[in-house]
DNA sequence: CTATGTGAATTTATTCACAGCA
DNA sequence: TGCTGTGAATAAATTCACATAG
């Protein structure tokens, strides 16, 4: 089964193995059971071991999956193997937590540039970042970002899709509660905070 | 096939289709044909089909569906006909940002609590809500609470659903990036944003 | 004897094609 | 004629069971 395509759902999953292989990585461990993996990913062995199985051949039979091999082979497959500036556009709230937020750096982005439409804010520093006028947008083709987080409110978040495309943008990760529409050569995730919250009760034993 | 279970899927998309219901609903429409509402909500008209002949009849041939009846269905489905009280741990840039969002309304949501660790920060109000300490998390059962979002670090956030477990809340939304563990009863939903930006590079174009 | 790797079986979800009602 | 509603066909993902390697 060497040369199988990766289903979409297995792709799903890869990052959440990166991030338990990065937790065992830190503790010195060199290799892992499906079963032990398992217990810390919550994910069934066999469905560990079906994935694992789509790229190759990273396990040693009776002792387990080499850790190392792992995590540098999931991280060329999602393409994380190397730095992927990013930019910000909206320094509210939500994008100021953005800016906080550590967890990007494991996955290997860095965010480079943030943008706000708010003359108060422009020219600011926060995180090490300078905030720079939106229509600064278009620069980002010479500065080699190619990924944006966007966390405008909703009615503005077309307007900077469009201007983050123009910039040469290939992905965009969505915080704006409308669906925004790009060229089918841009990638675009959208989180919806209210929808998963609107999926809870239904999942939640009777009160 | 009227009395059929609905596919975890197809419950996943109820809240898309909500959203989409209400549009058309503040437009004035009365009803809306498959093919026209797969425009609306990006999704197939059969698959938009399908999802609807699950749980019930709210479409009339050669017309389309009524958005109010289905719209209604939608919010008893995934028990949004009531008001939902909801607190919020956690009062830093992302629980500000959960606090001002508009779009918790829209599925009948209302944030009627918020705590925090920080003394600075308790006694406050903000956006109508004072903030309150932590300690007082055990209140949340007399005042009908079942329902939490957890908007604080990795490292407080075990510690906290213990508390909002223990106040009798019976789903969190947590954002924090560790999975935290809890009774088969209560139901968890985590959003890992590094996760979801993690995947995009996967699906951009060649760079 | 342990734990991977993978075909085969099963389950789940999507897509199709068209009968049937307004 | 237009659009729903649904069985049947297809596709996709999960689970199982076991041969196989260390």
Redesign the pocket.
Known sequence: ??YHRI????VHRLPIYLRGLLRLSEQGRQSV???AFADLVNV????I??D??YFG?????????SIDKLEKHIRKILRLDVVNKTALVGVGNLGSAVLAYPGFKTYGFYITAAFDSDPEKIGNTIEGIEIEDVSKICTLRERDVHLAIVAVPGSAAQQIADALVGAGVKGILNFSPVHVIVPKKVKVITIEIAMDLARLPYYMPAS
Chains 1, 2 share one sequence.
Do not use: I
């Open positions: 089964m060497r289903p979409n759902e297995t059971s499906s079963r069934n062995p066999w469905q071991r079906k694992f199985s051949d990273f396990g040693t039979r009776g002792v387990g999956y």
